[in-house]
């Protein structure tokens, strides 16, 4: 297979973050086999740097699986090889082969630890784990920033695509969040860490995560998304939602270092990333100056941080037998890794569910327009759906604890971070699925709207303000 055709298959891949701009491979580095001598398929990961024109760099994971070339054709193939340890081979993408993915759970299960010249690789569990290789593993297939792979109805991979240094995030948070019952997290049963050498430089990084694969979990944008679509009230549903978000909250707060921010520092964050998006999205440009002044009204403000989920909407929610879960804490996939790990408001949360309302109520209407026979939306099903919205967003507060009304400071706190989500999104959008651009434009267009509207808003200044905003 040639560097042009991995990086092909690196590229198209929805997982990749390199969209909308020019990048290159600069070399592919692989881990130590998975799988034991003469063990087929042999399985391992294989690291791929990608270069950008000004010196960033990003390591991607490919999970690979060899078969002596010449066998059965594979739909799964990439291409062949000849190796120097296995000679010439047939090249697959492992995730998609079932055998491949077993001796990925063996590997786990019996902790396997693996060096070779340049790296070395650790499989890890933890105590009381249910995991045994006999588990059936089968691809899941939605659309997603990392690869997952469930076994049984038991575990759930997941490979992460992007590799940050030290640490993963959603490793981190799901150690650190066991047992507690506020969070009521999915539990870690392992994972795989790796360390190794590219060029004159070493690195560390976590490849894969097994957590408890949740039973009966429907997946929250969906549930949403079908409610709004048929005009069903989703308020209980947001309310319980609200009140999971809290408890995950205030154990993350708990279990990772708090502070605070100056609204000043917020305010010129969001600026710069503002700035940015309008480079890249000109459709941004007209609205420009009315966002900036929302971020600009944080600046008065001390604004208190901790860990935060970092990129909240419905799909990171689960509805289960056992009541609403938040998954996937690696926060947003268009950040630097040292971003997303920075301590945020909890408030950066509360705003990205609302835009997940949103997002509902404008998918719903995208539908309905697409069936009309003018192509528009029927201005009834514009009206329902925002009412739907406002209702999710209404009740999702009261269950997160904001009562019937916000204190002022969390009203402008919180319409800066859903300002912000909204530009986070047209990027996010045009480098991925530029068919939705138009629901975070148009909801730019409104707040916009709405702010300069007089006395659009009500608040309640008779109660402290929650997590704790000063003025
Ligand atoms: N613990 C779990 N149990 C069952 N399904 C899960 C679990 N975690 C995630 N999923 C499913 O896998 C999908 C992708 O998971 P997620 O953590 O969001 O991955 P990604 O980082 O690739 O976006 C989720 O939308 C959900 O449907
Ligand atoms: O789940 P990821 O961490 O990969 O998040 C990214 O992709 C999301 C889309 O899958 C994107 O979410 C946006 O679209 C959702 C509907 O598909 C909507 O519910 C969200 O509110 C909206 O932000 C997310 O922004 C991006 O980081």
Known sequence: MSEHD????????????GKGRHAELVRVDPLPWLTAPGEWPAVRAEIAEIGYPDDEVEFYQLLLSYRPAGGAADPAALGTDELPDLGPVVRSDATRDPEAMTALLRAVVEQ?????????????????????PALAPRLFGGEQSNTSVM???????????????????DIEVHRALAGDERARAARLHGWIEAEWQSGRRRHSADLAMVVEQLREAADGWELALDACTAGRDFSTEAEALGLALRGVHEALGDHFPRGSVSGE??????GRRLQ?????????????????ALFDRVRPLTVPTQRVHGDFHLGQTLH?????????????PLKSLDERREP?????????????????AGSAAAAAAAAANDGQVPPETAAATQRWAAGCTAAFLRGYGSGSALAAEEETLLQAYVADKAVYEVVYEVRNRPAWVGIPLRAIERLV?????????RHDDRRGPLNGIRP
């Open 276 to 292: 940015a998006a309008a480079r890249e999205t000109v459709e941004l440009l007209p609205t420009a100056d009315a966002v900036q």
């Open 112 to 132: 396997r630890e693996a060096a070779s010249e340049t790296a070395t690789l650790r499989c890890r569990t933890v105590e009381d784990h249910p995991l045994t």
């Open 265 to 270: 520092a917020l305010a010129r964050t969001m």
């Open 344 to 360: 945020d408001s909890p408030w950066r949360d509360v705003a990205g569910i609302l835009r997940s309302f949103d997002y509902a």
């Open 151 to 169: 076994y049984g109805d038991v575990a759930m991979v997941k490979a992460f695509r992007r590799l940050g240094t030290g640490a993963n995030l």
């Open 320 to 332: 289960t037998a056992d009541g609403w879960k938040i998954i996937d804490f690696e926060g947003e």
């Open 6 to 17: 991995l990086f092909d298959h690196i590229s198209r891949a929805r997982w990749f973050g």
């Open 449 to 457: 709207a709405d702010d300069e509207a007089p006395a659009a808003r």
